[in-house]
Nanobody, 118 residues
C-alpha cells in the first residue's frame, strides 16, 4: 500500500487549501486514515483522523472549526480542506493509514508542504 499526498502550496493568511491523499490499495483492511503535520525541529503532531468505514472524525483542538477531513470511499482518497489558514499552520503535512487490529499508523505518505505567509 502506498499513500500519495498532494495539494500543498504557498498561500496568504486567511486563504484555503485542499490536500488529498490517494491510497493505492488496502481499503478493506483500513481502520483509520489521518493527517499529521510537522514543523522543522518539532515533533510531528496529529491534525485529524477519519474512520475509513465508520466515518468517525477527530480533530486536534488547534484546527477544529477551520479544517475538514473527508474521504471518498470509491476513489480510496482522503482529503483535508483547510480554511482560514494562519502562519502557524505552516508545516509539512503527512497522511497516514492504520490497519484494523493495529495500534499504530504503519503507512505514511511522503508529505506535502503548506506555507502560509502573513
Amino acid at each position: 500500500v502506498q499513500l500519495q499526498a498532494s495539494g500543498g502550496g504557498r498561500v496568504q493568511a486567511g486563504a484555503s487549501l485542499r490536500l488529498a491523499c490517494a491510497s493505492s490499495g488496502g481499503a478493506s483492511t483500513t481502520l483509520l486514515m489521518a493527517w499529521f503535520r510537522q514543523i522543522p525541529g518539532k515533533e510531528r503532531e496529529f491534525v485529524a483522523s477519519i474512520g475509513w468505514s465508520s466515518g468517525n472524525i477527530a480533530y486536534a483542538d488547534s484546527v477544529r472549526g477551520r479544517f475538514t477531513i473527508s474521504r471518498d470511499y470509491a476513489k480510496n482518497t482522503m482529503y483535508l480542506e483547510m480554511f482560514s489558514l494562519q502562519p502557524e499552520d505552516t508545516a509539512v503535512y503527512y497522511c497516514a493509514r492504520r490497519r484494523v487490529g493495529r495500534s499504530a499508523y504503519e503507512y505514511w505518505g511522503q508529505g506535502t508542504l503548506v506555507t502560509v505567509s502573513s
